[in-house]
């Protein structure tokens, strides 16, 4: 069984914590219920936080000599500089935050599509924009994996999500120990899954290792690199050259029908018609009956724990890789 690292993740709280919403209410949501096994979450509700009760009336996002302001209209208060005080409270007290979940369309916790007005005391005229709180919080953890809890689920995103907190989390505690030796261990671990992600990028990682030992040099460097590697979906390419690359260690131990199955399978993943599970789960299996540790030690065949996607895949919701 995986040990994993525990991902810090920050939440809105009306995201199945608490009933802060506007109106009163909650939003229940299985998956943040499901990832309270593996992750610790710092909740938050920066609208309760700057004072504003609950039930309470809409606030929203107006331009107001040409900047951003957040607004009640009912009460004609402008909140801007509380939200922005509150903001940086809350960065303050937090050291880490590897992901983000925020309440979709939130003027205070959206990430994008929130309504920006372009005047006060009128509906029409808007663009869209991130939400305040979202925003300060976004500037102060660059690196932050954030996410809006409709987007989670689709499943290629959600899938994203989850691989990268976790590697993430994983790579906190790696730098924490601060070891060439750990850091090379969780590099070799992860290798075939940056593989998938970014050849290019993977290879220079394995090169700061040759040519460096001091470990504040290499850490800075490494850390960087692989903010890059996840930042994009794993590519259907390079994902069928790492199948290929774990496929050779095991060739020649295979019959000629079990070689052609592998290369249909293949062909069928390259045409959209089977998912990249099917081809790991073969590959697995072959590495297991020919015990070749390099593979089995891989973070690519589990690189979160797979409960995490159950509701989705008990719903049907369609897969692919971008
Ligand atoms: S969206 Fe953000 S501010 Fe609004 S209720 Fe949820 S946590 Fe609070």
Known sequence: MVDYARPIIGISKCLEFDMCRYDGSRINNNFVRNMKNYVDFVQVCPEVGIGLGTPRKPIRLVKIDGVKNLYQPSSEKNLTKEMHNFTKKFVSSVDNLDGFIFKRDSPTCGISNVRLYHKLGTDSGYQKTSGMFSEGVSAEFPNMVKEDEKRLENITIREHFLTRIFVLANLR??????????????YSKNMLLF??????????????????????????KFENIIYDILSF????????????????????????SEKSHYQSLIDEFENNLITHSEISTLLY??????????????SLFDPFPKNLLLDLVESKKQYSVL
């Open 195 to 220: 593989l998938c992600h970014d050849e290019k990028l993977t290879a220079e990682l394995g090169v700061l290792f040759t040519n460096e030992d001091n470990f504040k040099i290499i850490s800075k």
């Open 233 to 256: 979906p794993i590519q259907k390419s390079p994902m069928i050259n790492t199948f290929d690359y774990m496929f050779n260690f095991v060739k020649s131990k295979l019959s000629e």
């Open 173 to 186: 505690e790696s730098l924490e120990l601060q070891s060439v030796e750990k850091l090379f261990e969780f």
């Open 285 to 298: 299996s072959w590495a297991l009956r020919y015990n070749v540790q390099l593979i089995l030690d891989q």
